[in-house]
């Protein structure tokens, strides 16, 4: 059983270097608290066109999943900072 190809990768845009970058820099945040989200990335739709003509128009940053106790972590950086 043959599986079907995968669309082509979208095209870098401002967009997803914006992602990027707010990944990375919420990822450093993260590890500063002691907290690491390993399956952080950033998601593009694909492209809006069949041949891949028009690049997506937004990018994504999913932050994946974690363990309870990285929930509970992060729960508590996050109130700490806001009630600071």
């Known amino acids: 059983m043959t599986l079907p190809p995968k669309p082509p990768l979208p095209r870098r845009t401002p967009r997803n270097q914006e992602a990027v970058a707010a990944r990375d820099a919420l990822a450093a945040a993260l590890r500063v608290a002691g907290i690491q ?6 998601r593009t739709p694909w492209p809006d066109a069949e041949d891949g003509a028009r690049p997506a128009r937004y990018a994504l940053i999913h932050l994946g999943v974690c363990s309870a106790p990285v929930a509970q972590a992060l729960a508590t950086v996050i109130r700490n900072g806001a009630a600071g």
């Open 37 to 42: 989200l390993p399956a952080m990335d950033v």
